[in-house]
């Protein structure tokens, strides 16, 4: 049985959107509801947390220095010095029922984040902030945006709209962003939970977090099949991300939103960052944002 460990006993409300800095070997995450960004440091076992006054949905790195988040009110730039943020634009200023929710860049530096309707009416959206700081919609009539991956060729784009309970694959032209010709790849059983947040390892297999599913698993999206899975001690396991000095470290995020008393109990770890190291599988080091 594959060991999950906990590595940061956060209980967040919402623990999301776990990027990995290779260079400076430091792990971003968020904790959505509560206003935080955290950066986790696993040599010094610190976990550094910066209080906000929106809710981010995700967090990168910028190539230039500092961060790129997506927050309430749209993109912003954050000094991570100083805290200040500076907003980029915001392209729901119209939807105040909206936040933004997952992102992360793409293999050629652009920022992807999309947005999620609290009513669940198809009024969100996907958007891609590119890095002459324009944002572009990429897909609309969206209810949960959430999980991304780019194929290890730079040929497909993956992407999850969770109430969907799919994973669809996108023609994806790295020079110019641009997506075409969606196709459904990946079918979750709705007894697994919601697919959440997701990842790509070195063979081109993808990772799923399973709202309401307590675990993480591994997909063929050639094939569609499902070829692995980990229980996590957690009810909803939001996000993943592959990290450490191997990059064989796969880092969970999970939430104690939705959870009442009983299950509290159950999992009294919920809301952690939680660890599976591998003997055999490796990721790829998250992009920075290029501008």
Known sequence: MTEVELVVDAKATLGEGPSWDHENQLLYWVDIVESQIFIYDPDAKMNRKIPLEQMPGAVVQRKSGGAIAALDKGF?????????LKQIHDPE?????????????????????????????????LYCLDIDMKVTKKIDNVSNSNGLAWSLDSEYFYYIDTPTQKVVRYEYEPSTGDIQNPQDVILVPEEEGKPDGMTIDTEGMLWIAHWGGSKVSRWNPMTGDQIQ??????????????????????FITTA???????????????GG??????????GIPSPKFGG
Do not use: Q
């Open 76 to 84: 912003h730039t954050i000094n991570l010095e100083t805290d200040e």
């Open 93 to 125: 200023p119209h939807l105040p029922g909206n936040r933004f929710n997952d992102g992360k860049c793409d293999p050629a530096g652009r920022f992807w984040a999309g947005t999620i309707d609290e009513n669940r009416d198809g009024n969100a959206a």
């Open 229 to 250: 899975e980990i229980a996590v001690p957690a009810r909803n396991v939001t996000s993943c991300t592959f990290g450490g000095k191997d990059l064989n470290e796969l």
């Open 256 to 270: 104690r939103k939705g959870m009442d008393k009983d299950e509290l109990e159950t999992y009294p770890n919920a």
């Open 273 to 282: 960052l939680f660890k599976v190291t591998f003997d055999e599988v490796k």
